[in-house]
Each structure stands twice: as C-alpha cells, then as structure tokens.
C-alpha cells in the first residue's frame, strides 16, 4: 500500500476534486444547457417550417380567452379583427434587424369578440444614434390583420423600462411586463404582423432555418466529462511507471557499487510520465 501512498498527497486530492467538478459540469450543466438550445432550435424551425405551407386561422381559434397562449402554434398565420389601442404604445428597443439597430413598435389590440392581444406592427430605424423616429399613427376604426403568433420572451437582466422620447421603452418583448406597464390584460402570446397590413411598419423577417452548432457542442461537452477522468487514470499510470523505474534503478546501484547506473534525468521522467517527443 506504500507505493500508492501518493495518491493521497495534497496536490493529488486537489486534482481529483478539479477533474471531478469539471466532469460533473460537463454532465449536468455544459451539455444539458448546449443540448437545450438544440432542441429549442430545432423545435422552432419546425414550426417556422410548418407555418410557410399553413393557412391563416382566426386568432381566436388558438387565444380564445383572455388568459391563453399558444406556444405550440408559434409562428402559425392568424387573422384577427378589432381596433388598436395607440394610447397603450411601447417601444421594444435595442433591437437587430438584419444586422442593423431598430425599434419595434408594440401596440395593444382589442379582437372584436376575443382577447386583447399585443401586436408587434414591425420596427423603425433610430435617428441619431439612438432617438426615436417619428412613428406613423395605426389606423383608427376597425380593421383585419395578418400575423404570426410568437411567444413571450423572458425578462431582460438587470435593464428595467423607462420613458423617452414620449412614450415607455422595454428591452425585451416580455407580456406580462409591458401588461403591467400599459395597465392593458394581454394574451400570453402576442402577434408579429406580416407584410401589407394595417397598421404595419417595417417587416420583421423569419429567421434563418439553421439548428446551429449546438448539437455539436453539446457532444463536445460530453465527451470533454468522459475524458477528463480517463486522463487523470493515465497520470496515475505514468506517476506509478516511473516511481518502478525509479525504484529499480536504485535496488541497481546498490547491488553493484562499483558502476551505479545514472539516475533518470528529469526528461527521462517526463518522457516516462507523458510520451517522447520526436
């Protein structure tokens, strides 16, 4: 059991505790998290895919009450009827499209029989740097609109609303905040108009239909938990070769005084420990 007592030195315990936090992150945090963002992905270019062929149904066939969402319907065609509700205007900002900073100008709408929904009418380009354009007013009376049903996003960190420019400015299109905000009950999704529509400003286009490398990073994590372990079994290994190698080497000089072998050099060791270099 002596000759494995260096396994308990410090510097040892040390290492186990690193390689098996990293393996544990790999496993229950890295992958999982790289792997999450694939599945999302790829469930939303099914839908985005699904929705190119599908027929524009009646909003209220999916947001019938006042309280409901639709998340497996995202990016699915609806047609409402109802007003606008100008007076509840908020500014979604700091936003891309196409590359290139925008404003996207979200407006409550009362369906005629059915739920208020947000609408995102589409986006503006700031002035100035960051100023807020002149906005053309939605059109007032009752009107019929085209859209895309899209999902809540969560809360921006640490970036709370705020006025400017006249009117209330968000980070991200979060519902249930800009509910708050506007004091107007909302559905939990809400409407990103398509082109040629009442009310419509600048086309948000679809996004790309590409699952990314999320697949392949989630794998790459993995394999990252798998051979972290391996590879401290394979310092064990080494340590214990060359401590061998050491041992034989002095049981040598001390049965032959007369011509002691040289002692290993430290690359010698390290060559033992982690392969030649050629």
């Not at 059991?1 to 992150?25: D, N």
């Not at 963002?37 to 939303?44: A, C, D, F, I, V």
């Not at 000089?253 to 007369?258: E, F, N």
Request: proline fraction near 9%.
């Amino acid at each position: 059991m002596r000759r494995w007592a260096f396994l308990l030195r410090p510097q040892w315990l040390a290492l186990y505790v690193v390689v098996l936090a990293f393996a544990y992150l790999c496993f229950t945090v890295l992958a999982p998290w790289q792997l999450g963002k694939n599945t999302k992905t790829s469930r939303e270019n099914a839908q985005i895919s699904r929705s190119l062929d599908a027929d524009p149904v009646p909003v209220t066939t999916v947001l019938p009450q006042q309280d409901s969402a639709a998340p497996d319907e995202q990016w699915q065609q609806v047609t409402a009827t109802g007003r606008y509700l100008p007076d509840a205007q908020v500014l979604a900002r700091l936003r891309l499209i196409d590359g290139d900073p925008a404003f996207e100008v979200l407006v409550p709408f009362a369906v005629d029989g059915g739920p208020t929904v947000l609408v995102d009418r589409g986006y503006v380009r700031p002035e100035a740097g960051s100023q807020v354009p002149p906005i053309e007013a939605p059109p007032t009376g009752t009107v019929t609109i085209t859209a895309r049903l899209r999902d809540s996003e969560g809360l921006a960190r640490d970036k709370a609303p705020f006025e400017a420019d006249g009117g209330t400015q968000v980070y991200s299109i979060n519902i249930e905040q800009i509910s708050s905000l506007t004091g107007v009950p909302l559905t939990g999704s809400y409407l990103q108009l398509v082109g040629d529509q009442p009310g419509g400003l600048g086309v948000i286009p679809l996004p790309h239909l590409n699952a990314g490398p999320f697949l392949s990073y989630g794998i790459q994590w993995i394999a990252f938990g798998i051979i972290a372990p391996i590879g401290v079994g394979y310092f064990v290994y080494s340590e214990v070769r060359i401590r061998r190698r050491e041992k034989a080497a002095a049981q040598a000089r001390a049965a032959d005084d007369d011509t002691p072998p040289a002692p290993l050099t430290t690359e010698q060791k390290l060559a033992d420990r982690y392969g030649k270099r050629h």
